[in-house]
């Protein structure tokens, strides 16, 4: 009796709405960015009032039908402030995220595919690693005027030895696999072996990476401002605009409400989106579909 095989039937690929019921966790914070950084891009077409503009005579007004965040100690519209300091604060999430990535991917790969390399690079990253962040954003920051890329440059140095070293562990693992030898021993150059086999196995674990650094960036922002050597005064941050509505919090409380309440929500959908992102670019921690 012969038996008839038939081949399996092709797996269907997997609907944008099923991994979203799949993911929510991601999902929910993709949405939730992308509705704040909607909201910060439209700023100059869905405010009513200019950011900058002074009207002492409604200073420290309540929110209301013109003001809806309130007026701040010089009369200037919250509202307009406060999406336009989130233009602000996510160029800088961005920026920094995007250059520290970038520099510390070449010096990672550098430091785990070769040996020398890596005894010099590696103590120089934990040299930087020994310091606080915050405390060599500021030390840098005192050195310098105060301005965005100054910010930016300030923010990014302490966050390159944490790239730095995810992906000198991800190159060095990489290294000891077979066809990476195999590879190697039929001449294949280091440029090519690199563009191949190693950033690919990177990509996964500097994503989220990624997500966190742009996170913590607005932090830092945010408290650099706060300290009152961040952005300069008169660019609208939602730190500079916490600041500037500490002195008046007993008297006009919705001058640090609204600012910080942005700042939590954009940091939050960045880290519930890293968690997801993680959990699905993971093997051992994603789900079957």
């Keep these: 009796m012969s038996a008839t095989l038939t081949a399996a039937p092709p797996r269907k690929p997997v609907g944008l709405l099923r991994r979203m019921r799949r993911y929510p966790l991601p999902s929910f914070g993709a949405l939730m ?72 991917l070449l010096i990672g790969v550098v430091a785990g595919y070769f040996r020398l390399a890596d005894a010099i690079l590696m103590r120089v990253m934990d040299g930087l690693m020994a310091i606080p962040g915050i405390l060599l954003a500021i030390a840098l920051m005192s050195l310098t005027r105060a301005s965005v890329g100054v910010v930016i440059v300030a923010i990014t140095i302490p966050e390159i030895p944490r790239v730095v070293r995810l992906v000198r562990a991800v190159v060095l693992t990489v290294r000891e696999q077979v066809y990476i030898e195999a590879a190697t021993a039929i001449g294949t150059r280091f440029p090519r072996l690199m563009l191949k086999h190693i950033l690919p196995n990177t990509l996964a674990p500097l994503t ?26 008169e660019v609208p941050s939602w730190g500079n605009i916490i600041a500037e509505g500490r002195l008046y919090v007993q008297i006009a409380f919705w001058n640090i409400l609204f600012p910080s309440v942005f700042l939590a929500l954009m940091v939050l959908s960045i880290n519930i989106l890293g968690d997801g992102l993680r959990d699905m670019l993971d093997p051992r921690l994603a789900r079957r579909l």
Aim: hydrophobic share 50%.
């Design 208 to 233: 989220v990476q990624a997500t966190y650094i742009a996170a913590s960036a607005v932090l830092v922002e945010s408290y650099l401002s706060f300290l009152g050597v961040g952005t300069p005064p």
């Design 33 to 104: 960015l992308i509705a704040l950084v909607a909201t910060a891009l439209a700023a100059p077409w869905i405010t009513t009032h200019d950011p900058f503009e002074m009207n002492v005579v409604d200073r420290l007004q309540p929110p209301n039908e013109e003001y809806w965040f309130g007026t701040d100690a010089y009369g200037r519209d919250l509202f307009s402030r406060t999406l336009h300091g989130g233009r602000v604060s996510l160029a800088i999430g961005i920026a920094v995220a995007v250059a520290s990535t970038l520099i510390g």
